[in-house]
């Protein structure tokens, strides 16, 4: 399945970017926020969120604007930063002339901190929920941002457990769940069985997918089309089949 066409692209005030698909003037938009590294340097495109923003378009359909945020630094340790990209990406979207009604993000491993970070004493009710991917969730960063909006984590099972293989911790990101369900979120965990960290990786100018990367797609998607509304079958009848 090919990239998107990511028609605009957006230097936000943070020093961050953000590139687009879908009409200006869409109600819904789908956010989708990368991982870091330890290292400082200069943010790139994610490719797990590069490969997962058509499996995105092909279930929410056209009329939902679809963007990915691109960091002025990849590096966890200048979390500050990476928080006022997706803070400036969401302000952003929230400014155009027919603003959206609904806002999803979807993060994956730093971009579950750099999201959570973002959501706190924001005043936008339009962003409705967090669909995080394997998402690093730092005990210190406070979940106040997410009461009265939807979490969904999902989590794969070898995540951070083979030797040598990067990852998050699920116990970490389970301890935050249960954080956002006490501060009033609507919040759930999911476990992939055989998962890893991430969807898919980039090597010798090519894209791989991850195994059990199907895995992931289909709550992650089937979520995000839930809360921008789209066609869908509901929760209740999901779990009745």
């Not at 340097?41 to 058509?54: C, F």
């Not at 960290?197 to 010798?204: C, D, N, P, S, Y």
Request: aromatic residues 4%; glycine residues 12%; positive net charge.
């Amino acid at each position: 399945m090919n990239d998107l066409a990511w028609t605009d692209l957006v230097d936000l005030p943070s020093g961050g970017q953000l590139r687009t698909d879908g009409p200006a003037d869409a109600s819904s938009v789908v956010l989708l926020v990368g991982g870091g590294t330890g290292i400082d340097r200069p943010g790139k495109w994610s490719t797990s969120m590069t490969w997962l923003a058509p499996r995105v378009r092909k279930r929410v359909g056209g009329d939902v604007r679809v963007g990915q945020v691109r960091y002025l630094s990849s590096s966890w340790n200048r979390l500050d930063a990476g928080i006022a990209d997706v803070r400036a990406a969401i302000e952003h979207e929230l400014s155009r002339d027919v603003p959206p009604t609904r806002i999803v993000l979807v993060a994956l491993s730093m971009g579950g901190a750099t999201c959570l970070g973002a959501l706190h004493g924001l005043d936008a009710p339009q962003v409705v929920g967090l669909v995080a991917m394997a998402p690093w969730f730092p005990p210190q960063l406070p979940v106040d941002g997410l009461r009265g909006r939807r979490l969904l984590v999902v989590h794969g099972s070898l995540d951070n457990a083979l030797p040598l293989v990067p990852g998050t911790s699920r116990q970490q990101s389970q301890r935050a769940v249960q954080r956002a369900q006490a501060a009033g979120a609507d919040a759930e965990w999911r476990d992939v069985r055989g998962g890893l960290h991430g969807l898919a990786v980039r090597w010798q100018g090519l894209v791989w997918r991850m195994p059990r990367a199907g895995a992931f797609v289909r709550p992650i998607v089937d979520e995000v089309a839930e809360l921008v509304d789209a066609p869908t079958v509901s929760r209740r009848s999901r779990s009745a089949q």
